[in-house]
């Protein structure tokens, strides 16, 4: 499943790098992370890395394959 994840703020590269499996994209003063998502412990494991990073979430969702 492919998933996009909105958070706040303009993640900078080292941040980026500690997502290794998604791409991003910064824009608007947000970053959207998105990538394929394996099952739900890995999205759990994805939120909770942004949770240890402090990053705000905004929005999650599953992407049109």
Known sequence: MRYEIRVD????????KAFPELD???????TVLFGLV??????FG???R???????VLEMRQAPE
């Open 38 to 43: 394996v099952d739900e412990a890995h999205l």
């Open 50 to 56: 942004c949770q240890s990073l402090g990053l705000r």
């Open 24 to 30: 991003y994209v910064v824009m608007s003063g947000q």
């Open 46 to 48: 994805l939120l909770a």
């Open 9 to 16: 703020g303009e993640m900078t590269e080292m941040l980026g």
